[in-house]
């Protein structure tokens, strides 16, 4: 889910603001965030997720030349192995709760390093897809001087069958 290294620059916070349509100027105006608490241009809440991007491997970005999974049921045809914790791999599961704690903002300048490691596991009895399994998936971003920047924790669920398809009349 996280790159080896993830520089993050001015360009990147302000493409990653306008995608999910944040108009804040904190994250663009340097004018404009030298006079707020942050003192300078920060990244959003969730910028930490597009570490991905700089992660060759990462399972669903597209690989040059090769099938893509996709975003879909099944898009192209290629079919993925149930595996472990969250959703995105097709297979019975999916990404249920992302949390993130910040132990400081995110800064333009700031390259960070990524390590993740499984959570918690838990179970629930499912009413129509049998037990649920839960399980958690921890990710420490550290800075260039190792301090830890954020904890995200992505929780996935796993059903123990498809679920059952009642239809009401």
Do not use: C
Not at 96 to 113: I, M, N, S
Not at 136 to 143: G, K, L, Q
């Amino acid at each position: 889910m996280a790159a080896k290294k993830f520089p993050v620059e001015a360009g990147h916070i302000l493409m990653f603001a306008r995608s999910v349509g944040d108009d804040n100027q904190v994250y663009y105006d340097e004018d404009y965030a030298k006079g707020t608490e942050a003192g300078g241009i920060i990244a959003p809440p969730t910028f930490a997720q597009s570490s991905a991007q700089f992660d060759p491997n990462y399972f669903l970005r597209p690989k040059i030349g090769q099938p893509w999974f996709g975003s879909g049921k099944n898009p192209t045809g290629v079919v993925r192995e149930a595996g472990g914790g969250g959703g995105g791999g097709g297979g019975g599961g999916l990404h249920a709760e992302q949390h993130f704690e910040y132990h400081r903002h995110l800064k333009p300048g700031d390259v960070l390093t990524a390590e993740s490691k499984p959570g918690k596991t838990w179970e629930k009895e499912g009413k129509r897809s049998g037990k649920l399994v839960f399980s958690e998936s921890v990710t420490e971003y550290r800075d260039q001087n190792g301090e830890l920047v954020i904890t995200a924790r992505s929780v996935g669920v796993r059903t123990e069958r498809p679920v059952d398809q009642k239809t009401e009349a």
